[in-house]
């Protein structure tokens, strides 16, 4: 099993930025690509960002590349989320999941949430106009 905490979330104004992170339990995190997603009132559940397990690789949503940037830092099971420019539209709860990824010949990064084994609690970003 593993377990992934969310924080860093909070209340910010259009514009303004926010540091997500996420801490995983365990000794492999770096046998995870991880992911992060987000659900707004009245949608469904949207991929925004993944990066691949030694980091050198990423994917991001549309709407939110140039804004935001995802890493990870191996040594201290922790993945992140830069969130700079923020928009209302940005608002939602922020989950942090994990992809297992056995292989290291494996190189695609998963934009499909039900492929995720592990999911976080989830974290609030309130963006205020």
């Known amino acids: 099993q593993v377990q992934l905490v969310e924080s860093g979330g909070g209340l910010v104004q259009a514009g303004g930025s926010l540091r997500l992170s996420c801490a995983a339990s365990?000794?492999?995190?770096?046998?995870?690509?991880m992911g992060w997603f987000r659900q707004a009132p009245g949608k469904d559940r949207e991929f925004v960002a993944a990066?691949?397990?030694?980091?050198?690789?990423?994917d991001y949503q549309d709407s939110v590349k140039g804004r935001f940037a995802i890493s990870r830092d191996n040594a201290k099971n922790t993945v992140y989320l830069q969130m700079n420019s923020l928009k209302p539209e940005d608002t939602a709860v922020y989950y942090c999941?994990?992809?297992?990824?056995?292989?290291?010949?494996?190189?695609?990064?998963?934009?499909?949430?039900?492929?995720?084994?592990?999911w976080g609690q989830g974290t609030q970003v309130t963006v205020s106009p």
């Open positions: 999941a994990a992809d297992y990824r056995p292989l290291a010949s494996s190189v695609l990064l998963r934009t499909k949430d039900t492929v995720y084994d592990y």
């Open positions: 365990g000794r492999s995190f770096s046998m995870y690509a």
């Open positions: 990066v691949s397990r030694s980091g050198g690789s990423t």
